[in-house]
C-alpha cells in the first residue's frame, strides 16, 4: 500500500514536469515527449509494484488475478507479478480475544464463564486461512468463538456446579484440550487460556448461602453438645469425688475409733453455721465420740 501511493506520486509529480515542458516547445516535439513521459511512468508504476516488503511477525498471501497461490510469503522483500497481483498481509504474532460462554453442568445448574484466549495463526496454513475464511476478524467470529462456547460445555458437562467450584483447574485443562484440537485444524494455535469470571445461576447462590449457614448451625450445635458433655463429665468427676471422700472418712472412723475426726467434724460445723462460739468446757474421756460441752454461764447462775 505504501509502495503504491509512493509510485502513485512520482507519477503525478512526473507529469506535472511534463505538462510544463509540453507548453514551453514545439507540438511535434511534445507529442515524442508525452509518449516518452507515459512509457516511464509505466516502467517505474510496474517497478514499484513489482516487489512487496513483509516485515516480522508477518506473513502474506499472493493472489494473481483473484486467485490466493500456494506458498506463504515469510518477512523479507518477494517479487508480486505488477497490476495483476495482491497481496494479503496477516498478523502472525499474539492475539487476545475474550469471548464469553454458557453451559450446562452434570447436575443441570446454569454455569457462565468468560475466557482470555491467547493465540496465533500458523504461518504454514495462512493461505488455507485466506481462503476459508479470509479475514481475521471473520477467523475471531465465525471459528474461535463457537469453539470456545462447544469446548466448555464439553469440560461442563463432566462435573457437577459443586466439582467446577472446587475443580476449577481440572475444568479448564478439560477446556484447553478440547479448544486445542478443534482450533488446531483450522490453523490456529492456542497458546494459553484463562478464566476470567466463572458465574452461577441466582438459585444455586442461594442454595450455597443456605448450605453456608446451615453448617454453622450445625457446627454451633456441636460445639454446646459437646460443651454439655464435658459438663456431665466434671459432675460425674465431682460426685466419683465426693463418694470416695466420704469413703476414706469411713474407713478412718472405722480404723481409729472416729474420736479425732467427730471433733474436727464438730469444730468445722461451728465455724461454717455462723453461730457464735460459746464459752464451753470440753470435758471427755479417749473413748468420748463427740466432746461433751457445759455451757458455764450456766454453772454461775
Do not use: C
Amino acid at each position: 500500500m505504501r509502495n503504491a501511493k509512493i509510485s502513485t506520486e512520482i507519477i503525478i509529480k512526473f507529469f506535472q514536469l511534463l505538462g510544463e515542458q509540453i507548453l514551453t516547445r514545439q507540438p511535434t516535439t511534445s507529442i515524442f515527449n508525452l509518449l516518452g513521459g507515459i512509457i516511464v511512468a509505466f516502467i517505474v508504476l510496474v517497478a514499484f509494484n513489482a516487489f512487496v516488503i513483509i516485515n516480522p511477525g508477518q506473513a502474506g498471501v499472493l493472489s494473481i488475478l483473484g486467485k490466493a497461490q500456494d506458498g506463504t510469503l515469510l518477512e523479507g522483500i518477494h517479487f508480486k507479478p505488477p497490476l495483476v497481483s495482491t497481496v494479503d498481509v496477516y498478523d502472525i504474532t499474539v492475539q487476545k480475544f475474550e469471548v464469553p460462554a454458557q453451559s450446562a453442568t452434570k447436575d443441570l445448574q446454569d454455569l457462565s464463564a468468560s475466557f482470555a484466549i491467547n493465540f496465533r495463526l500458523d504461518p504454514v496454513k495462512v493461505v488455507e486461512i485466506r481462503r476459508t475464511q479470509g479475514t481475521l476478524r471473520n477467523i475471531v467470529t465465525k471459528i474461535i468463538a463457537p469453539q470456545t462456547q462447544e469446548s466448555f460445555k464439553i469440560a461442563a458437562a463432566r462435573r457437577t456446579v459443586e466439582e467446577a467450584i472446587t475443580k476449577r483447574t481440572e475444568l479448564k485443562n478439560d477446556f484447553d484440550l478440547a479448544l486445542n484440537s478443534r482450533l488446531e485444524k483450522y490453523g490456529i494455535i492456542v497458546l494459553d487460556t484463562s478464566v476470567v469470571d466463572l458465574a452461577f445461576s441466582k438459585e444455586f447462590s442461594k442454595a450455597v448461602e443456605e448450605k453456608q449457614i446451615a453448617e454453622q448451625r450445625a457446627q454451633r450445635a456441636v460445639y454446646i453438645a459437646q460443651e454439655a458433655s464435658q459438663e456431665a463429665q466434671a459432675d460425674i468427676n465431682r460426685a466419683k469425688g465426693k463418694a470416695e471422700a466420704q469413703r476414706l472418712l469411713a474407713e478412718t472412723l472405722k480404723a481409729q475409733g472416729g474420736e479425732l475426726v467427730l471433733q474436727k467434724e464438730a469444730i468445722e460445723a461451728w465455724k461454717t453455721g455462723g453461730a457464735q462460739m460459746p464459752k464451753v468446757l470440753v470435758m471427755g474421756d479417749n473413748k468420748a465420740g463427740v466432746p461433751f460441752i457445759f455451757d458455764l454461764n450456766s454453772v454461775d447462775k
